[in-house]
DNA sequence: TCCTAAGCGAGACGGTACGTCCAGTCTTCGT
DNA sequence: ACGAAGACTGGACGTACCGTCTCGCTTAGGA
C-alpha cells in the first residue's frame, strides 16, 4: 500500500556513540541543533506560531539563544528548517490503473491533512509562508516537490495507458489535484475526506480523458 | 459585463433592539472608527500584516491607541473588521451560454486576485485567518459567501441546460473552481492567468458532462 | 486649655460683589463642589498623594471630570483647595509663665502631628509643596501662619517679662520651635514625642534668655 | 577650611559574600548603569522631578528601558540611587574652638543647601522620600549619616572641652543644628544664609552650656 | 409658559508614560 | 573553544490618567 511517512530528516551523521562515550572537549553541536528543532516542532504544534518564540524554544531545548542564531540566521530560518523534519516521502503508488494511482496518492493526501497533528501545524506554516518568501520556498521544495514529483509520474503513466490526454496541462492537473484539498484545508475549512478524493479523481478522469472518445 | 465591486460594508446598524438603548456618556465617533479601518486597511496593503502595529495604525488614523482597544478587543477584530470593509460582491454572468457564464466567473476571480492590491492584501489575510478563527470566519462569510452564491446559480442553471450532470456534486464544483487559483496564490506562487481560467473551465464542462455523454 | 481645632474654612462665599452679576444658566452645583473636596481629602489622607487621581476623586465623588476642571483649573488647585479645609486654628496659651506657655504650644503640636491622620496627610502634602508653589503658599499661610502669630505673641510676651532677650531673633526663635519637629516628620523620621517639647522649650529659654543672666 | 565634596557612592560592592557567588551568564553592563545614573541626575535637575520618566532616562542614556528596569525595581528606586551619587562627605571641622567647629559645619550645609543645583533637586527629593519608605532610608543613610557622624563628634569633643553640658540630649541636638534649615528649605521657603548659621550655633552655645554657669 | 444658557453625570477623545515581552546581538564563565 | 546563561538595545504591547470634548438631561432666569 502507499504509505507517506513523517521521517526525521536527520542524516545518519553519526550512529556511533551508544557505549557511554562523553564528549568532553569537543561539542555536541548536533545534540543542540535536534534539541532545537525538536523544541521548535513541539512548540509549533502546541502552542501554534505565534506563541512560538525564540526564547521559548531555547528554554525548552535547554540551549542559549546564541546557539539558536550560530545554527539559523533568523526565526523563520528556523522555522523552516523545522518544517523539513515532516516532509512526506511520498511513495508512488503502482496499483495496475490510473483510476487506482490517483485515488491511492489522492487518498494519502487527505490521511495527511486529516491527520489533527499536522492539522494544527498547517496554519501557522502557511502564515509563515505568507510572511516569509524563505519559508516559502522551503515548504514548497520540501512539503510539495515530492508530490509533483509522484504526480508527474502518475500522469505520464497515465498518458502512456491512454488514460489521459496526450496534451494534457501538467501544471494544471498538479493543482486540481492538490488545489480543493488545500482550500478546504486554508479556507473554506470544509472537511477533507474520501469523498473528495474520489470526486477529484474521477473529475480528473473524465474530464482530462482522451478527446477521441 | 461581470464585475466584482469593492463595497463598502456598512450597514443599517442593528434595528434589532428598540427597546431603550441609550448608552450614557459621549458616544463613540464614527469619525475615529472609520480613520482606525482606514489606516488598518492602507497598512495592510502597503506594509503587510507583520508589520501591521496598532501603535502605527493609531499614529495614522491620528487616534490613540486606548481608542482603537475601545472599539475592537484585540488586533485580531481590528482586522477582521477592517476585511469587511473590502467585500466583493459578484455580479452573476449570464451570457447565454455555461462556458460562458463559467469563464466569466472565472476570468473575474483571475481579474481580481491578480490586481497587486489584493494580492499584496491576501497574504496576511491568510496569516489572519490561520491564526484566528474569528477573521477566518468574516473571511468566509464575506470575500467567499458571494462567490459561492454565484457559483451555485450558475451551477445550477448549467444542470438545468443539461451542461452539467444533475448528480453533480456541488462542494467538490465550489472546489474545482476555486481550490486551484487559491493554490496558486498561496502554495505554489504559480501565475494566475487566463489560461487558468480556461483550463479549470474546460475541464469542469468535461469532467462534469452528464454521463450519457 | 490650649486646643488645635481642625475647622471648616467654608466661609461667607463674598458679599462683595453686589453690583449686577447674576450669571445666566444653572448655577454650579455646592453640592458637587463638597463632596469633590471631601473625595480629595479622603483619598488623600488613605491613599497619599500619589494616588490621588482626578478620576478617583470623580468616582469616589460620584461627579463627572468636567464638574472638577469647572472648579478647579488643575489638580493642584483642587488639592490646594481641599488642603484649606484643614487648617489649624491656634489657641494662644496662656499659662502664667513663658515656660508654660511655650510648652502648651509645642506639646499641641506634637498633639497634631503624632496624629496618625495628619501624618498620613503630611507627607503627601510636603509632596505637593515640593512641586507647586501654590500649595506651598497655601500650607504656608493655612497651616503655618497661625502658628507663627501665636509664636509671636507669646515671644512678645516672654520678652515682655524679661524670660527673653529683647533682641531675639523672632524668625530664628520661630525656625526653633518648627524646625527640629518637621525635621523629625518629614526626614529622620524619629519619634515626635514630649520629650521633644520639653527639650526645645529649655534649649529657647536657656539659649534665649536676657545676656545679663 | 570645611568641605562638602560630590563624591562617587561607588563602594567595594559587598565583600560579605565570600562563598562562591558567581552568577552565570553576562554581568549587568557597569557602564549602562552609570549612563543610567547619569541621565536620571541631569534630568532631575534640569527638568525637575515631576518630568523625570523612564522612557526619557532610556532615551538619554542610549539604554533600553528594560536595562532600567533590571537594575532597579521602580522609579523610587532608581532615584534614590540617583540621589546617593551627590552624597556630602562631610569633613570634620578642626579650628581649635566649638564655637568655630559648629559654625564650620553650618556654614558648609548653608552652602550646600543654597546651591541653586542642589536646591532644585531638593524638594523632589523630599517627595521622593514622602511617598517611599525605602528612598527615605536612603536619603537618611546617605545625605544625612555623614552629618550626623560629624555633628557628634563635634559634640563629643565640645562636651570633653566644657562648652557644652555632658548631659546633652544628642539627638535633640542634631534636630536643632539640622531642622531650622530644612525647615526653610521645605516649609517656609526663607533665606537659607549665615545669619542662620550663626544664630543656630549662637543657640546652642548658650542653650546647652553646662548648668554651673 | 416657554426659551435658552449653563451645569450636570457619563464617558469617549488624542496623548504620554507606564512596566512587560521578545527579537536579535553581545559578553562572561565553566567544561 | 564551545555552549548555557543571561544582559544588551530597540520597539510594540495593552493599561492608566491626563485634560478636553460631546452626549442627553436638569435647573434656573429672562422673554
Same mark, same amino acid.
Given at each position: 500500500m502507499t504509505r507517506s511517512r513523517v521521517v526525521n530528516?536527520?542524516? $545518519? @551523521?553519526? /550512529?556511533?556513540?551508544? %557505549? $557511554? @562515550?562523553? /564528549?568532553?572537549?569537543? %561539542?555536541?553541536s548536533e545534540a543542540a541543533r535536534e534539541a532545537i528543532l525538536g523544541a521548535t516542532l513541539a512548540l509549533l504544534r502546541t502552542a501554534g506560531y505565534d506563541a512560538l518564540t525564540i526564547e521559548g524554544v531555547a528554554e525548552r531545548a535547554e540551549v542559549g539563544k546564541k546557539t539558536i542564531y550560530r545554527h539559523w540566521a533568523s526565526k523563520e530560518a528556523l522555522i523552516a528548517d523545522a518544517v523539513k523534519q515532516i516532509v512526506s516521502e511520498i511513495e508512488i503508488p503502482d496499483t495496475g490503473t490510473t483510476k487506482g494511482d490517483l485515488l491511492a496518492l489522492m487518498r494519502d493526501a487527505v490521511r495527511v491533512y486529516r491527520d489533527p497533528e499536522n492539522a494544527t501545524l498547517m496554519p501557522g506554516l502557511v502564515a509563515a509562508m505568507a510572511r516569509s518568501e524563505r519559508i516559502a520556498e522551503i515548504v514548497r521544495s520540501g512539503f510539495l516537490a515530492e508530490r509533483r514529483r509522484a504526480i508527474t509520474v502518475l500522469l505520464d503513466r497515465a498518458v502512456a495507458r491512454g488514460?489521459?490526454?496526450?496534451?494534457?496541462d501538467r501544471e494544471l492537473a498538479l493543482d486540481v489535484l492538490g488545489g480543493p484539498l488545500f482550500y478546504r484545508l486554508l479556507?473554506?475549512?470544509?472537511a477533507i475526506d474520501d469523498r473528495l478524493a474520489r470526486g477529484v479523481v474521477d473529475l480528473m478522469l473524465h474530464g482530462f480523458a482522451p478527446h477521441s472518445n
Open positions: 530528516a536527520k542524516k $545518519a @551523521k553519526a /550512529p556511533a556513540t551508544p %557505549p $557511554a @562515550k562523553r /564528549p568532553r572537549g569537543r %561539542p555536541r488514460d489521459l490526454q496526450s496534451t494534457l479556507i473554506t475549512g470544509r
